[in-house]
């Protein structure tokens, strides 16, 4: 197994509504958003933010593309982001190959995603990297052999990376139900349990 991103120096980032600073910031202005991000990781000394599984949280209000056709606001994050600089390099943790990518380019969305398959514990296992730069998905295809450590993707930028402060997205799927190249990364709390299901603690494949 190998680290996904290769920093130990980090901290939590809370985007909760306990957060109350998040209340003076323009999350729709993805400059100011960034700039808040990137004070917080660098005032307390660290090179990188994390966290988010299952956390339900404010930010998403920036963009429609987590209401649905009723209305009904999609709050709760399914993976961990991993806040770090553009460029940063991108390693698969286990031994796969690419199951399916695309440029998820909506306001909000992943941007340049990649989804690779593996076999782990004798079973079918899915991650998903999500807000990588363009260049990630330059000379891929469906059944590319992946190593573990292998460098894969680095994070995007702005607006590139579906216009968000930048950062890695990454989740971890027992089942795709049928998606490539994409998978919700964020649910309704009404669909919590079902996700939680599919959708594991990335924590023991991180090795952070």
Same mark, same amino acid.
């Given at each position: 197994?190998?680290?996904?991103?290769?920093?130990?120096n980090y901290? &939590?980032? %809370? *985007?909760?509504?306990?957060?109350? /600073? $998040?209340?003076?910031?323009? $999350?729709?202005?993805?400059?100011?958003?960034?700039?808040?991000?990137?004070?917080?990781?660098?005032?307390?000394?660290?090179?990188?933010?994390?966290?988010?599984?299952?956390?339900?949280?404010?930010?998403?209000?920036?963009?429609?593309? *987590?209401?649905?056709?009723?209305?009904?606001?999609?709050?709760?994050?399914?993976?961990?982001?991993?806040?770090?600089?553009?460029?940063?390099?991108?390693?698969? &943790?286990?031994?796969?190959?690419?199951?399916? *990518?695309?440029?998820?380019?909506?306001?909000?969305?992943?941007?340049?995603?990649?989804? $690779?398959?593996?076999?782990?514990?004798?079973?079918? $296992?899915y991650?998903?990297?999500?807000?990588?730069?363009? /260049?990630?998905? %330059?000379?891929?295809?469906?059944g590319?052999?992946?190593?573990?450590?292998?460098?894969?993707?680095?994070?995007?930028?702005?607006?590139?990376?579906?216009?968000?402060? &930048?950062?890695?997205?990454?989740?971890?799927?027992?089942?795709?139900?049928?998606?490539?190249?994409?998978?919700?990364?964020?649910?309704?709390?009404a669909?919590k /349990?079902?996700?939680?299901?599919?959708?594991?603690? &990335? %924590?023991?494949?991180?090795?952070?």
């Amino acid at each position: 197994m190998h680290k996904v991103i290769d920093i130990d120096n980090y901290i &939590p980032l %809370d *985007f909760t509504a306990d957060n109350s /600073e $998040l209340a003076d910031v323009d $999350l729709i202005d993805t400059a100011k958003f960034s700039n808040y991000v990137f004070n917080k990781i660098y005032s307390a000394g660290a090179k990188m933010g994390i966290g988010g599984y299952m956390e339900n949280r404010v930010i998403y209000r920036r963009s429609v593309h *987590f209401s649905n056709a009723n209305e009904i606001q999609r709050s709760i994050h399914l993976g961990v982001d991993l806040w770090a600089e553009a460029g940063t390099p991108v390693y698969a &943790p286990l031994n796969g190959k690419v199951h399916s *990518f695309r440029n998820n380019a909506n306001f909000g969305d992943y941007g340049p995603t990649i989804i $690779l398959e593996h076999i782990y514990e004798e079973k079918p $296992l899915y991650t998903l990297y999500g807000h990588l730069s363009s /260049e990630s998905l %330059d000379g891929l295809y469906e059944g590319k052999l992946i190593q573990a450590g292998n460098k894969i993707a680095e994070i995007g930028d702005y607006p590139i990376n579906g216009d968000w402060p &930048p950062h890695l997205h990454f989740q971890v799927m027992t089942d795709l139900l049928g998606m490539y190249g994409d998978f919700p990364g964020v649910c309704a709390a009404a669909d919590k /349990e079902k996700f939680e299901k599919i959708c594991l603690n &990335p %924590d023991f494949l991180l090795g952070l």
